[in-house]
Structure formats: structure tokens, C-alpha cells
């Protein structure tokens, strides 16, 4: 090789290198594939057209059970979400199922916080790029997802988000990496065994919570929260963009779009004080970009009738509720395939609150002035309904309980501790007059010197 | 659009191929329009300062040099028929035009620069004499006034060049974009340094061709600059403001990790970020003026500031210091003191209250607050006052029979001028004038050593992983700079070494940044310095 040309050859092959190191990092030190892998490679691997695909985030891969929607649509459905998915990676990972299925029918689900936030984590991007198979798809939607957040490094080079706890997990990781079973995946009966989980992966790109798991059923009492507003100003233009992205996608590929706020537990919704006005104008968005919107939350009993222990934790349904959701919402597409009106089944944000007749969840704050306390309860109601607190305390050296209020609709009380060092104090909740003691919701706390 | 974000380099990638793509002739060019680009993505709307920067002082500039080659000719043509009086007339009538010039611009840009930076600090302590002096309470006038993006540096760099065409250094540059090229160049603009026209100008303007080596080059300074800036920087700037934002939650010991981290944390970002616009601009084949040398290495506070921000330093003493000690009347302060105080303080005096200006300025350049001018008086005093106390240093260690030559006593020097720089740094860094007192006071009254035991360090802001790092840096960085200090030129080293062993370092440095970085947390944080 002539001399001159011996530098450039050097900093070719150590760029080269440096690019090998990155690949030999992120195989070593990134933890093998997860759901979203397994998502991706079954949407490749379909011998079948997929008829029906619900897309999004952790909602559509929690609330929709796709086994019993196939049985319910009769055609072929599939769950492609991606955990904590925003709508920019729904568009690319979209872009990429286009090109290997032809579905009729695209669900997005969403939630208010789609539409505010500022950019999509990227571990979003990690767990869902290195598996597109399309490199300007996924070159696309590195600069589109980094340009949002500036995290070009962290999509760029994967490992740097891992800590390694110990050279065996490394090995570990290696091993799992080679091993047949998740190179080849899906391999014949792989998805067919999963699909009898009880909980855990069901393949189709859906997971069960089984309601009897430890987590697998939300405790309504000792769970503290607080009233909010949602900022209609706070809705990014970018997020807006990137819907009507997948709209035009959804047109380009002769494909039906809805967009579809699943349930959420009662109390995420009526802690938001503005959340009708800001559903109102996420249907007001997607009427602009002819997309059908639906909110879940909204449906009328003969449709859907909601249950508090659907729920896992405050936004996702368990298998039960997603096998009744399921069930619901795939009568819900029946009957819009037929035509009908389907605003009809939906109540007004009036008719909502007015259901909504008991308390969904109480806590309280306190402030301390030497030994007086003030305690101030608060909770999460329907508008036609006046709660009454009771304040009880627990004295832990003792173990004694004493009411220390009785119910009363002043939310507030102040009483001396000087008696007390160690003490636990809980405050129970019912609606004004009512002496079922089921629908009594409380909030415990320590509160020691 | 900051030297971090990854918009830049990629911004960079472009500029450089076109650079070197397009004709020779045409760099120039390419240069100044990448700069504006840069400028425009970092604030489009303050562009217009450095527009009018660039206008006013290349026109008061190109007046002067056409004023002076009138007045050459002038005296060269009628050389046989002018009398010296009517020689001297010429040149007067000249140089009081130039100095009409000269002021109008001066006064029109410095302006500029005090209105938008010190408006709001007049405003709040004029509003404050005035209330409490009349017993009012009437809220100062406030603007809402944008700082546009390198302000203080191009500035100063522009009014450099015209003080030296005023001075007839050299001739003013003639052709605008060029000039403009001078003031805008990219990598210096936010945070220096602060570059001279005969030492910038030809290279912006000359043709370059690519060269490997010095390409290299650039890239491992702009690696080292961003490993000092986001391995040690970004880690050690958590600990800083928890300190300094809660000071009063501290006591002196934790005061005084607080203020050793930020002597750590402010020269790793600063002299970080002055790599890597000292890199960049190795990679278009320019050199600009270096500003740091190893400053912690210096053996008095005099010495720290010619080792510190040098082009700053070397700005003042230019403009500012002697052309204020070479004054008439400071020529007089230097008489009387002479007469009165002796031959030695004659020279001393005037030197002294040259340099209590000169840091007085410093202080003020720094930003809009009273922290920043006590830091500066700060180091006035410190250097005026061991400037008239050194004939009683020199007999106190003649009497103590001290070996000045050893190892011990140089270590004992950098030690003190450490200490000495780091008690500035309680003016420096604080909030408020107040707050460093509060700050001083706690480190000598309120120790709370315990703090320094029971877990306090590890609520400041790192994990104990990031301590192990950052201690792990700061070794790198002082086997580095003791390399340096021993005269020898890292790169021209590593370029002596095997190829497995240059590419291995190289590795390492790159996948440290890339995985020790700290300024994830904070994308938006740029550096320290581009606020001024």
C-alpha cells in the first residue's frame, strides 16, 4: 500500500473497530429481548393476514386479550404495542407492519398524557428499532425520536443505559442471546405455549395479570393521589403530528383508524377536573383528522358495565377486566361494522358523574404545630355526592384504637397528641348519612414524633 | 445550538465536507456561513447585535485606516512643502478625528453590552438606594431583555481589534464578510477564547488543506474537552449547587467539599469547552489562542491569572492595565508615592491600583451582581497587597533561611495560591454576596465536622458510583496535567506510541464519555461560561 494512503486505511479500520466494539457492548451488556421482540418477530412470522390490529402502548397489550377478540371478530387479530409507546413510535412501528400485513382495521389506544408529553423514553425506541427490519425505518425513527428529546447518544449506543451488577449476569445474558429458542423465535408451539399462560406473556403481543397475583388486583383503600388539571396548552404539537401521521398511514394502506381511551379506574378520571374538556378536545383533534375517537369510560352499562376489581393498579385492567373489555369491545366493533350510531352508547360527562354515587378513594394531609395536629381529609366522589370523615387513631405501643372524630363533613380536625408517641391515623370515608359499611373507603398512615 | 447536542455535530459533519469540498477560495465563505447558521440556530432573534457589532466597528475601523492612509499621503506628497507645524497640524487634525471615531464606537458597542447586561442590576440598585432612602417601596424597572449568545466575547474580541487599528498595530480589514467572519467564528463564540485579529484572521482567510494528522489532533482535544466536561463537569456540578443553593444547611466542612468541587467543576467545564472549540477549530486546520495552563499548578494568584482564562487575562493587560499605568496621572500617583513611600513603592503603587481596576472589571464582566465585583476586588487586593508585602516576604525568608529551590517549598506555593483561589471561589460561585459571607463565616465558625462523617456527602446529589467516577477522573486529569507540566505535548506522545496501544486509549476515552456521561440529566445544561 502506498504510504500516503496508509492513514486514511488506519482511520477507516478504526472506525470500523469502534463500530464492532458498540455491536459487541450492546449484545454483551443489553439484556436479552423482551416482549416487544417477541411482538415484532410473531407480527413478521404471521403465515396469515392480520385483520385487526390494536396498537399503542402497555393499554392495548394489558386491556385487550387478542385470543378472545380472533373469537369474538371471527377474522384474525393481533396486539402490537410497544410499553410506554408515544404516538411518533406507534407511527414507525406501524410503517413497519404495513409492509408485512394488510389489516383492515387499526386501533391505537390512548391515554390524555399521550397528547402532553414532550417525548417518547428511549427505551422505547431500543426495544422496538433493533428489531424493525427495515434500516431507513428504523434510521427514521432514531433522528425523528432523538430530535424530540436531544437522547441521541442513549438511542445510539443501548448499553450506556445498563448497569452490569455482576460478570455473571453477563454470562447469563450471552447464553440467553444464543440460545436457539430466542434466536429463532417464534419456533412451532412457541406462541401456542405461551397462549396458556395463566399470566405473563400470552404471545400475540398481549399479557395477563392474573387477579389473583399478588398485584393483581388494585387496593382502592391506603391509596393516596391528588386532584389534578390537564392544561389543554400543554398538548404538543408534535404529538398531534405524528397522529395524524398515522392517519395518513393508516389511509395510504386502505386501513380503518379509531383511536380509543380504554377504562381507567373511576378515580383517574375524576381527579382531573378538566378531563371532559380535555377529552373534548382530543375529539375535536382526531375529528379534524378524520379519525373516529371513542372513550371507553364513557360507556353505557349495556355495552360495558365496569368493575373496580378489573383494574391491576390505576391503569391497567387484569385479565378479568381485559376478558370482559375484550368481549365488550368486540361487540362494540360488531356494531359499528353493522352502521349503528355508536354515540349512543356512550354517557355525556353529566350522565358520568351522575353514576358515579359513591366515594372511589380518600387520604389525608396533616401539618404538625408542636404536639396539635391538623389533619385534612380529602377524597375522590361523584359530583352529587357529599362525603363525611371519621378520623381514628392507632396507638403503637398499645395497639389501642380510639375514634378520635366521629364522621362529620368538615374535612378538617385538630386535635392535641400530647398522650401519643407512636401513632397510626386513619381516616375512613362515606357518603353523607350512609351506614354501609362495604362502601366505607379509608387512608392509614404513621404519623410519629 | 450548544457544542452537546448532537444537532451540532451533525451540523459539523456538514460544514467540515463542505469545507473541504468545495474550492479553496471558497472556505472563507463556508466559514461565515456556517458560523451564522450556528448563530442563528442558537438564537435567531439577538442577531442583530452581533450584525451591528460587526457593521459599526468594521466601518469606525475602515474610517480610521482611511483617515490615517489619507493623512501618510498627504504627508508623503507635499513632504518638500510642508512645514513642521503644518505637519504636525495634519497629524493632530487626524488623530482627533480617529479618536472621534474611535470613542463613538467604543462607547456605541461597550454600550450595547453594559445596557443589556447591567440594566437590570442598575434598575434593581438604584430602585433600592431610592427606597431606602425615601422609605418607598417601588419595584425596580425590569426588561425583559435577551442576552444575546456570546455577548461579552465577541465584544471584547471586536473592540481588541479596534483598539489595535486605532492604535495603528496593523491596517483594518477591508472587505466586511471577512471581518464578520472575524467577529462570528463559530467555536469561539460562546465562551471564547477571546482571539486576537493577527493571530485569527490570516488563518480564517487562508486556504487549508485537509490534513490528517492535525485533523486527529482536533478530535482527541475535542475528546479530552468533553471528557473534563461530561464525566467530571456534569457529576461535580450536582454537589456544587446543593451546597451553594442550601448553604445554609451546611456547615464549614461541607461548605468547604462544595467549594472544592467547584474548583474542580468550573475548570473541567471551562477548560472543557475551550478544548473542544480549540479542537473544532483544528479540524478546518486553524489554531486559536490557548486559554488555560493548568492553572492549579501556579504559585501565586498572579501566576493563576496567567494561567486562567489567558486571553481574557492578556485582554485586560493589554486595553486595560497598561494603557491605565501609562497614564500621566498614574505616572504622577507613581512620583508621589515615590517621594513619600520610597523608590520601590513608586513602581509598586501604580501597578496595585492598576490591577484593583483591571479585576474590578474582571469581577464586573463576570455578570451583574455584587458577588462578582467583591471576587474581583478579591483578587485586586490579594495580588496588589503580596505585591507590596514581597520585600518582606523576601527578608522573612532570608532570615528563616527558607530553600526557595526545593521541591517542598514549590509544592508549599501552589498549596497557598490554591487556598487563596479557592476563598475567592466563596465570592465567585454564590448566590449573593450575602450568601458568601454567610458561606465564609460557616467555614470558620460553624465547622460541623461530624457532616463530614455521618452520610451528609452522599446526600448531595451523587450516588456513590458517581464519587468513585468522578474521583477516578480527576486522577486522570491530574496524571495528565502533571504530564503536561513536565513539558510533555499529550498528542505528539500518543502519536509516538504503538498503534495498538494509541487506539486502545483512544477507546477507552471515547467509550467513557459515551457511558460516564452526567449530562443526560440535565440535556439542556450547556457551559458554565456561555452565560456570559
Same mark, same amino acid.
Given at each position: 500500500?502506498?504510504?500516503?494512503?496508509?492513514?486514511?486505511?488506519?482511520?477507516?479500520?478504526?472506525?470500523?473497530?469502534?463500530?464492532?466494539?458498540?455491536?459487541?457492548?450492546?449484545?454483551?451488556?443489553?439484556?436479552?429481548?423482551?416482549?416487544?421482540?417477541?411482538?415484532?418477530?410473531?407480527?413478521?412470522?404471521?403465515?396469515?393476514?392480520?385483520?385487526?390490529?390494536?396498537?399503542?402502548?402497555?393499554?392495548?397489550?394489558?386491556?385487550?386479550?387478542?385470543?378472545?377478540?380472533?373469537?369474538?371478530?371471527?377474522?384474525?387479530?393481533?396486539?402490537?404495542?410497544?410499553?410506554?409507546?408515544?404516538?411518533?413510535?406507534?407511527?414507525?412501528?406501524?410503517?413497519?407492519?404495513?409492509?408485512?400485513?394488510?389489516?383492515?382495521?387499526?386501533?391505537?389506544?390512548?391515554?390524555?398524557?399521550?397528547?402532553?408529553?414532550?417525548?417518547?423514553?428511549?427505551?422505547?425506541?431500543?426495544?422496538?428499532?433493533?428489531?424493525?427490519?427495515?434500516?431507513?425505518?428504523?434510521?427514521?425513527?432514531?433522528?425523528?425520536?432523538?430530535?424530540?428529546?436531544?437522547?441521541?447518544?442513549?438511542?445510539?449506543?443501548?448499553?450506556?443505559?445498563?448497569?452490569?451488577?455482576?460478570?455473571?449476569?453477563?454470562?447469563?445474558?450471552?447464553?440467553?442471546?444464543?440460545?436457539?429458542?430466542?434466536?429463532?423465535?417464534?419456533?412451532?408451539?412457541?406462541?401456542?405455549?405461551?397462549?396458556?399462560?395463566?399470566?405473563?406473556?400470552?404471545?400475540?403481543?398481549?399479557?395477563?395479570?392474573?387477579?389473583?397475583?399478588?398485584?393483581?388486583?388494585?387496593?382502592?383503600?391506603?391509596?393516596?393521589?391528588?386532584?389534578?388539571?390537564?392544561?389543554?396548552?400543554?398538548?404538543?404539537?408534535?404529538?398531534?403530528?405524528?397522529?395524524?401521521?398515522?392517519?395518513?398511514?393508516?389511509?395510504?394502506?386502505?386501513?380503518?383508524?379509531?383511536?380509543?381511551?380504554?377504562?381507567?379506574?373511576?378515580?383517574?378520571?375524576?381527579?382531573?377536573?378538566?378531563?371532559?374538556?380535555?377529552?373534548?378536545?382530543?375529539?375535536?383533534?382526531?375529528?379534524?383528522?378524520?379519525?373516529?375517537?371513542?372513550?371507553?369510560?364513557?360507556?353505557?352499562?349495556?355495552?360495558?358495565?365496569?368493575?373496580?376489581?378489573?383494574?391491576?393498579?390505576?391503569?391497567?385492567?387484569?385479565?378479568?377486566?381485559?376478558?370482559?373489555?375484550?368481549?365488550?369491545?368486540?361487540?362494540?366493533?360488531?356494531?359499528?361494522?353493522?352502521?349503528?350510531?355508536?354515540?349512543?352508547?356512550?354517557?355525556?360527562?353529566?350522565?358520568?358523574?351522575?353514576?358515579?354515587?359513591?366515594?372511589?378513594?380518600?387520604?389525608?394531609?396533616?401539618?404538625?404545630?408542636?404536639?396539635?395536629?391538623?389533619?385534612?381529609?380529602?377524597?375522590?366522589?361523584?359530583?352529587?355526592?357529599?362525603?363525611?370523615?371519621?378520623?381514628?387513631?392507632?396507638?403503637?405501643?398499645?395497639?389501642?384504637?380510639?375514634?378520635?372524630?366521629?364522621?362529620?363533613?368538615?374535612?378538617?380536625?385538630?386535635?392535641?397528641?400530647?398522650?401519643?408517641?407512636?401513632?397510626?391515623?386513619?381516616?375512613?370515608?362515606?357518603?353523607?348519612?350512609?351506614?354501609?359499611?362495604?362502601?366505607?373507603?379509608?387512608?392509614?398512615?404513621?404519623?410519629?414524633? | 445550538?450548544?457544542?452537546?447536542?448532537?444537532?451540532?455535530?451533525?451540523?459539523?459533519?456538514?460544514?467540515?465536507?463542505?469545507?473541504?469540498?468545495?474550492?479553496?477560495?471558497?472556505?472563507?465563505?463556508?466559514?461565515?456561513?456556517?458560523?451564522?447558521?450556528?448563530?442563528?440556530?442558537?438564537?435567531?432573534?439577538?442577531?442583530?447585535?452581533?450584525?451591528?457589532?460587526?457593521?459599526?466597528?468594521?466601518?469606525?475601523?475602515?474610517?480610521?485606516?482611511?483617515?490615517?492612509?489619507?493623512?501618510?499621503?498627504?504627508?508623503?506628497?507635499?513632504?518638500?512643502?510642508?512645514?513642521?507645524?503644518?505637519?504636525?497640524?495634519?497629524?493632530?487634525?487626524?488623530?482627533?478625528?480617529?479618536?472621534?471615531?474611535?470613542?463613538?464606537?467604543?462607547?456605541?458597542?461597550?454600550?450595547?453590552?453594559?445596557?443589556?447586561?447591567?440594566?437590570?442590576?442598575?434598575?434593581?440598585?438604584?430602585?433600592?438606594?431610592?427606597?431606602?432612602?425615601?422609605?418607598?417601596?417601588?419595584?425596580?424597572?425590569?426588561?425583559?431583555?435577551?442576552?444575546?449568545?456570546?455577548?461579552?466575547?465577541?465584544?471584547?474580541?471586536?473592540?481588541?481589534?479596534?483598539?489595535?487599528?486605532?492604535?495603528?498595530?496593523?491596517?483594518?480589514?477591508?472587505?466586511?464578510?471577512?471581518?464578520?467572519?472575524?467577529?462570528? /467564528?463559530? #467555536?469561539?463564540?460562546?465562551?471564547?477564547?477571546?482571539? &486576537?485579529?493577527? =493571530? @485569527? +484572521? *490570516?488563518?480564517?482567510?487562508?486556504?487549508?488543506?485537509?490534513?490528517?494528522?492535525?485533523?486527529?489532533?482536533?478530535?482527541?482535544?475535542?475528546?479530552?474537552?468533553?471528557?473534563?466536561?461530561?464525566?467530571?463537569?456534569?457529576?461535580?456540578?450536582?454537589?456544587?449547587?446543593?451546597?451553594?443553593?442550601?448553604?445554609?444547611?451546611?456547615?464549614?466542612?461541607?461548605?468547604?467539599?462544595?467549594?472544592?468541587?467547584?474548583?474542580?467543576?468550573?475548570?473541567?467545564?471551562?477548560?472543557?469547552?475551550?478544548?473542544?472549540?480549540?479542537?473544532?477549530?483544528?479540524?478546518?486546520?486553524?489554531?486559536?489562542?490557548?486559554?488555560?495552563?493548568?492553572?492549579?499548578?501556579?504559585?501565586?494568584?498572579?501566576?493563576?491569572?496567567?494561567?486562567?482564562?489567558?486571553?481574557?487575562?492578556?485582554?485586560?493587560?493589554?486595553?486595560? /492595565?497598561? #494603557?491605565?499605568?501609562?497614564?500621566?496621572?498614574?505616572? &504622577?500617583?507613581? =512620583? @508621589? +508615592? *515615590?517621594?513619600?513611600?520610597?523608590?520601590?513603592?513608586?513602581?509598586?503603587?501604580?501597578?496595585?491600583?492598576?490591577?484593583?481596576?483591571?479585576?474590578?472589571?474582571?469581577?464586573?464582566?463576570?455578570?451583574?451582581?455584587?458577588?462578582?465585583?467583591?471576587?474581583?476586588?478579591?483578587?485586586?487586593?490579594?495580588?496588589?497587597?503580596?505585591?507590596?508585602?514581597?520585600?518582606?516576604?523576601?527578608?522573612?525568608?532570608?532570615?528563616?533561611?527558607?530553600?526557595?529551590?526545593?521541591?517542598?517549598?514549590?509544592?508549599?506555593?501552589?498549596?497557598?495560591?490554591?487556598?487563596?483561589?479557592?476563598?475567592?471561589?466563596?465570592?465567585?460561585?454564590?448566590?449573593?454576596?450575602?450568601?458568601?459571607?454567610?458561606?465564609?463565616?460557616?467555614?470558620?465558625?460553624?465547622?460541623?465536622?461530624?457532616?463530614?462523617?455521618?452520610?451528609?456527602?452522599?446526600?448531595?446529589?451523587?450516588?456513590?458510583?458517581?464519587?468513585?467516577?468522578?474521583?477516578? +477522573?480527576?486522577?486522570?486529569?491530574?496524571?495528565?496535567?502533571?504530564?503536561?507540566?513536565?513539558?510533555?505535548?499529550?498528542?505528539?506522545?500518543?502519536?509516538?506510541?504503538?498503534?495498538?496501544?494509541?487506539?486502545?486509549?483512544?477507546?477507552?476515552?471515547?467509550?467513557?464519555?459515551?457511558?460516564?456521561?452526567?449530562?443526560?440529566?440535565?440535556?439542556?445544561?450547556?457551559?458554565?461560561?456561555?452565560?456570559?
Amino acid at each position: 500500500m502506498h504510504n500516503s494512503k496508509a492513514p486514511w486505511f488506519r482511520a477507516i479500520i478504526f472506525v470500523i473497530v469502534f463500530i464492532m466494539i458498540n455491536y459487541v457492548l450492546t449484545f454483551v451488556v443489553v439484556p436479552k429481548g423482551d416482549i416487544s421482540r417477541m411482538t415484532m418477530r410473531e407480527m413478521y412470522s404471521q403465515a396469515e393476514n392480520i385483520d385487526v390490529v390494536f396498537a399503542g402502548a402497555s393499554l392495548s397489550q394489558r386491556d385487550i386479550n387478542p385470543y378472545i377478540m380472533d373469537k369474538e371478530l371471527g377474522c384474525k387479530t393481533f396486539d402490537y404495542p410497544f410499553d410506554y409507546q408515544m404516538f411518533i413510535g406507534t407511527y414507525y412501528s406501524l410503517k413497519e407492519l404495513f409492509d408485512y400485513q394488510k389489516p383492515k382495521l387499526v386501533v391505537v389506544t390512548t391515554e390524555q398524557t399521550n397528547f402532553t408529553t414532550k417525548g417518547e423514553k428511549p427505551i422505547v425506541y431500543l426495544s422496538t428499532a433493533p428489531y424493525m427490519k427495515s434500516f431507513f425505518n428504523e434510521v427514521q425513527y432514531y433522528f425523528a425520536a432523538s430530535a424530540q428529546d436531544g437522547s441521541y447518544l442513549d438511542r445510539l449506543f443501548p448499553w450506556r443505559g445498563y448497569h452490569v451488577a455482576s460478570i455473571q449476569d453477563l454470562v447469563k445474558n450471552i447464553y440467553g442471546k444464543l440460545d436457539p429458542s430466542y434466536t429463532n423465535y417464534p419456533q412451532s408451539g412457541q406462541v401456542e405455549a405461551f397462549a396458556n399462560n395463566k399470566s405473563g406473556y400470552i404471545g400475540k403481543g398481549a399479557i395477563k395479570v392474573n387477579p389473583s397475583d399478588s398485584k393483581g388486583t388494585i387496593n382502592y383503600d391506603n391509596l393516596k393521589s391528588s386532584h389534578d388539571n390537564r392544561n389543554i396548552s400543554d398538548i404538543q404539537e408534535q404529538n398531534v403530528e405524528y397522529l395524524k401521521k398515522i392517519s395518513e398511514l393508516c389511509k395510504a394502506n386502505n386501513c380503518k383508524l379509531i383511536l380509543l381511551s380504554p377504562p381507567a379506574p373511576v378515580y383517574q378520571v375524576l381527579r382531573v377536573k378538566n378531563y371532559f374538556e380535555f377529552d373534548n378536545e382530543i375529539a375535536k383533534i382526531a375529528k379534524n383528522l378524520n379519525i373516529e375517537y371513542y372513550d371507553y369510560n364513557l360507556i353505557k352499562p349495556e355495552l360495558f358495565r365496569l368493575k373496580g376489581d378489573y383494574f391491576s393498579d390505576g391503569e391497567h385492567l387484569n385479565s378479568q377486566g381485559a376478558e370482559s373489555f375484550s368481549e365488550s369491545l368486540a361487540n362494540f366493533l360488531k356494531l359499528r361494522q353493522k352502521g349503528e350510531d355508536m354515540s349512543k352508547y356512550f354517557y355525556t360527562p353529566e350522565e358520568y358523574n351522575a353514576d358515579i354515587n359513591y366515594i372511589a378513594i380518600t387520604w389525608y394531609k396533616f401539618t404538625k404545630n408542636g404536639n396539635e395536629v391538623t389533619l385534612t381529609a380529602d377524597s375522590i366522589h361523584g359530583t352529587k355526592v357529599t362525603p363525611e370523615y371519621q378520623f381514628v387513631l392507632t396507638d403503637l405501643e398499645t395497639g389501642k384504637q380510639q375514634i378520635i372524630r366521629d364522621y362529620d363533613k368538615n374535612p378538617t380536625f385538630v386535635f392535641d397528641s400530647t398522650a401519643h408517641k407512636k401513632y397510626n391515623i386513619r381516616v375512613n370515608a362515606r357518603v353523607a348519612g350512609s351506614n354501609n359499611n362495604d362502601s366505607i373507603r379509608y387512608y392509614e398512615e404513621a404519623i410519629s414524633k | 445550538m450548544s457544542f452537546l447536542q448532537f444537532n451540532f455535530w451533525l451540523f459539523l459533519c456538514i460544514l467540515i465536507s463542505a469545507y473541504y469540498l468545495l474550492p479553496k477560495k471558497l472556505q472563507w465563505t463556508c466559514l461565515l456561513i456556517g458560523s451564522y447558521v450556528f448563530y442563528a440556530f442558537s438564537g435567531v432573534k439577538t442577531i442583530g447585535y452581533i450584525i451591528f457589532t460587526t457593521l459599526s466597528i468594521w466601518i469606525g475601523t475602515v474610517l480610521i485606516s482611511k483617515i490615517n492612509e489619507k493623512k501618510e499621503k498627504e504627508l508623503i506628497q507635499k513632504k518638500e512643502a510642508l512645514t513642521p507645524e503644518v505637519k504636525k497640524n495634519i497629524r493632530t487634525l487626524a488623530k482627533k478625528k480617529q479618536r472621534i471615531i474611535f470613542w463613538c464606537v467604543l462607547l456605541i458597542n461597550f454600550g450595547i453590552l453594559g445596557f443589556l447586561k447591567y440594566f437590570n442590576f442598575l434598575a434593581e440598585n438604584i430602585t433600592g438606594l431610592f427606597n431606602l432612602t425615601t422609605r418607598n417601596k417601588i419595584g425596580p424597572i425590569t426588561l425583559g431583555l435577551l442576552l444575546p449568545l456570546g455577548i461579552s466575547f465577541y465584544t471584547f474580541q471586536s473592540m481588541g481589534y479596534l483598539i489595535d487599528v486605532y492604535n495603528g498595530k496593523y491596517k483594518a480589514e477591508k472587505n466586511l464578510f471577512k471581518f464578520a467572519l472575524f467577529v462570528s /467564528f463559530f #467555536p469561539q463564540i460562546i465562551q471564547g477564547p477571546i482571539n &486576537r485579529f493577527d =493571530k @485569527l +484572521a *490570516n488563518q480564517l482567510y487562508e486556504t487549508h488543506k485537509f490534513d490528517l494528522k492535525k485533523f486527529e489532533y482536533g478530535l482527541q482535544l475535542i475528546l479530552w474537552g468533553l471528557f473534563k466536561k461530561m464525566i467530571i463537569a456534569d457529576r461535580a456540578v450536582s454537589v456544587v449547587n446543593q451546597v451553594f443553593n442550601h448553604y445554609d444547611q451546611y456547615g464549614g466542612g461541607i461548605t468547604i467539599v462544595g467549594i472544592l468541587f467547584y474548583s474542580l467543576q468550573q475548570y473541567a467545564d471551562f477548560s472543557g469547552g475551550i478544548d473542544v472549540a480549540i479542537g473544532i477549530a483544528e479540524l478546518f486546520g486553524i489554531d486559536m489562542s490557548i486559554n488555560f495552563k493548568r492553572p492549579y499548578f501556579s504559585t501565586s494568584l498572579s501566576e493563576f491569572w496567567r494561567r486562567w482564562h489567558i486571553t481574557l487575562g492578556s485582554w485586560m493587560r493589554d486595553y486595560i /492595565f497598561y #494603557p491605565l499605568a501609562l497614564t500621566k496621572r498614574m505616572s &504622577r500617583v507613581g =512620583k @508621589l +508615592a *515615590n517621594k513619600y513611600l520610597g523608590k520601590r513603592m513608586g513602581k509598586v503603587i501604580p501597578v496595585a491600583i492598576s490591577n484593583l481596576v483591571v479585576f474590578l472589571v474582571v469581577g464586573i464582566w463576570h455578570g451583574p451582581y455584587w458577588h462578582y465585583v467583591a471576587w474581583g476586588l478579591y483578587n485586586g487586593i490579594i495580588i496588589a497587597f503580596s505585591a507590596i508585602m514581597e520585600p518582606f516576604y523576601v527578608w522573612l525568608k532570608r532570615i528563616l533561611k527558607v530553600n526557595t529551590e526545593c521541591f517542598s517549598y514549590h509544592l508549599f506555593r501552589i498549596l497557598r495560591t490554591f487556598f487563596f483561589i479557592n476563598l475567592g471561589w466563596y465570592f465567585d460561585r454564590a448566590n449573593s454576596l450575602k450568601a458568601s459571607l454567610y458561606m465564609l463565616h460557616n467555614t470558620i465558625m460553624n465547622f460541623k465536622l461530624n457532616q463530614l462523617t455521618d452520610g451528609t456527602i452522599l446526600k448531595l446529589g451523587l450516588k456513590e458510583f458517581d464519587f468513585k467516577v468522578l474521583f477516578v +477522573a480527576s486522577v486522570v486529569l491530574l496524571a495528565i496535567s502533571v504530564m503536561q507540566e513536565n513539558g510533555i505535548k499529550i498528542r505528539e506522545f500518543l502519536s509516538e506510541q504503538n498503534l495498538a496501544f494509541r487506539w486502545i486509549v483512544l477507546y477507552v476515552l471515547i467509550l467513557a464519555i459515551i457511558s460516564l456521561d452526567a449530562s443526560s440529566r440535565n440535556l439542556l445544561g450547556g457551559f458554565m461560561y456561555a452565560q456570559f
